[in-house]
């Protein structure tokens, strides 16, 4: 079956720490990727995707994720933290032109100011 | 604000009741996607339509089942509902069907069966 998997499932930071948080897929032919964030009490917002091309995709607030094809991997980084960054975080798999996301089991990230 | 439109926001009812929630996706869009986050589960895919049809199912019980009208909003029937059903439900919508689409998400039912 297809599977997203997200192995750090809490992270805590001190403010301006590097962030990466891992993303792994298992195979299952041609993907699009995406980073969904969901600050506390809110809904899914998205922070970048990949489809196709440069595999460094950069997103919004700072964010940006490499796609490694050969390590099935979708790694999210952030080269400094804040605060306001606390929140969890999902990596989504779109398998095969289909039609549903695959999401991981998410990471909750805690910024400490 | 993403555009999809979900109400209620929040809903507290009794185990073997029925609830119904509310999906507007983004104008233009016309598919809608149902998501259930739970404690447990974590994001579950439930059920997709495609401008009125169903295009796919996921993990969706046979006490679910959804709907999507011709002005496409979609809706979400729960019946017969059991503690474990506690849980935010997500209507997201894209554009398009299938791949190379970006699924935008509302804010989500929150939905708690005491």
């Known amino acids: 079956a297809q599977s997203v998997s997200q192995h750090n499932h809490h992270v805590i930071l001190s403010e301006a720490a590097s962030l990466e948080l891992g993303c792994n897929y298992s195979y299952g032919g041609t993907v699009n990727l995406f980073w969904y964030v969901q600050y506390p009490g809110q809904h899914l917002q998205l922070l970048l995707k990949?489809?196709?091309?440069?595999?460094l995709v950069k997103g919004i607030k700072g964010f940006e994720a490499e796609f490694i094809k050969s390590k099935f991997s979708f790694n999210l980084r952030k080269p400094s933290v804040q605060w306001s960054d606390t929140a969890e975080y999902f990596c989504a798999v779109n398998y095969n032109a289909g039609n549903m996301l695959t999401f991981g089991g998410g990471t909750r990230l805690m910024v400490k100011p | 604000d993403s555009g999809v439109t979900q109400t209620p926001k929040h809903l507290i009812t009794a185990t073997g009741q029925r609830v119904t929630l509310r999906c507007s996706p983004r104008?233009?869009?016309?598919?809608v996607y149902w998501y259930q986050q739970s404690l447990d589960q974590g994001l579950q895919f439930l059920i997709q339509?495609?401008?009125?049809?169903?295009?796919a199912k996921g993990n969706i019980l046979e006490r679910f089942s959804a709907q999507q009208f011709p002005d496409l909003h979609s809706e979400l029937n729960l019946s017969s509902l059991e503690l474990g059903d506690s849980a935010l439900y997500f209507c997201a919508s894209s554009v398009v069907g299938n791949s190379g689409n970006t699924i935008y998400f509302g804010e989500g039912s929150w939905l708690t069966v005491v």
């Open positions: 104008s233009g869009d016309l598919s």
């Open positions: 990949y489809f196709s091309g440069d595999p």
């Open positions: 339509y495609y401008n009125g049809e169903e295009r």
